[in-house]
Nanobody, 126 residues
Framework: QVQLVESGGGLVQAGDSLRLSCATS????????LGWFRQAPGKERRFVGA????????YYEDSVKGRFTISRANANNTVSLQMNSLKAEDTAVYFC???????????????????WGQGTQVAVSS
């Protein structure tokens, strides 16, 4: 079991960058694939990207490809979401999530994940 805590959200302007982090306050990320999701007001939670336990595989939703990058440091039990060239439509609450999986596997469906953080707000002004 892991307890996830996101940080790094804030208010930025379009075109700026922001780096979100997710750490575990209890447990370890070893053996877990990690995903990032976001939820805008009045909308359902949507997949942003994910990284395998090994770190060797990543997958991104089309609208963030080339702008967002996920990385993880298993020794520190942290995963990061580097967001560049932010747009107003990136405004949302961002969540990290964890699911135990074999080293190279990732999933994109929110209901497949077992553990969630509380989220961090990202607001991008145009």
């Amino acid at each position: 079991q892991v307890q996830l805590v996101e940080s790094g959200g804030g208010l930025v302007q379009a075109g700026d960058s922001l780096r979100l982090s997710c750490a575990t306050s209890e447990g370890t990320f070893s053996g877990y694939s990690l995903g990032w999701f976001r939820q805008a007001p009045g909308k359902e939670r949507r997949f942003v990207g994910a990284i395998s336990w090994s770190g060797g595989n990543t997958y991104y939703e089309d609208s963030v490809k080339g702008r967002f990058t996920i990385s993880r440091a298993n020794a520190n039990n942290t995963v990061s979401l580097q967001m560049n060239s932010l747009k107003a439509e990136d405004t949302a609450v961002y969540f990290c999530a964890a699911k135990p999986l074999p080293p190279r596997y990732i999933v994109t469906i929110p209901t497949e994940y077992d553990y969630w953080g509380q989220g961090t707000q990202v607001a991008v002004s145009s």
